[in-house]
Structures are given as C-alpha cells and as structure tokens.
C-alpha cells in the first residue's frame, strides 16, 4: 500500500471511530473523545495532511474544542 492510501484508511477508521462515539450516550463519550484527541494530536506529525483532516473531522462530529 503506499503511503497516501494508508493516511487515507487512518483518516476514515478515525471518522468510524468518530461515527461509533456519536452512538454513545454523553456522558460515555469523553473518555474515547480524549482518546481521539491525542491521535489527532500525533496525526499533525504523520504528513499528508492528516492531522488537518482529523481536526476537520472532530469539527464535523461536534467535537472540535474551539
């Protein structure tokens, strides 16, 4: 697989991630969010845009923190 395939599968496992959180009560979704954060986070060191990409996610799922 080359490497813009593999940061486009990363992308859309975390948006799955994202859609499964949704699912969950409130008050079960802040641990898995933090979780999603950090990766999120580390995604801004992986290139290919990804950590962008994960920050417009979290944004569109209602998780962004701004």
């Given at each position: 697989m080359d490497d813009?395939?593999?940061f486009n599968a990363l992308v859309?496992?975390?948006?799955?991630a994202l859609k499964a959180i949704t699912a969950l009560e409130?008050?079960?979704q802040k641990d898995f969010v933090d979780r999603l954060e950090r990766v999120r986070s580390e995604?801004?060191?992986?290139g290919w845009?990804?950590?962008?990409?994960?920050?417009?996610?979290m944004a569109e799922y209602g998780?962004?923190?701004e």
């Open positions: 813009e395939g593999y859309c496992m975390f948006e799955q409130p008050d079960l995604g801004h060191n992986w845009g990804v950590g962008d990409d994960m920050d417009d996610l998780f962004s923190e």
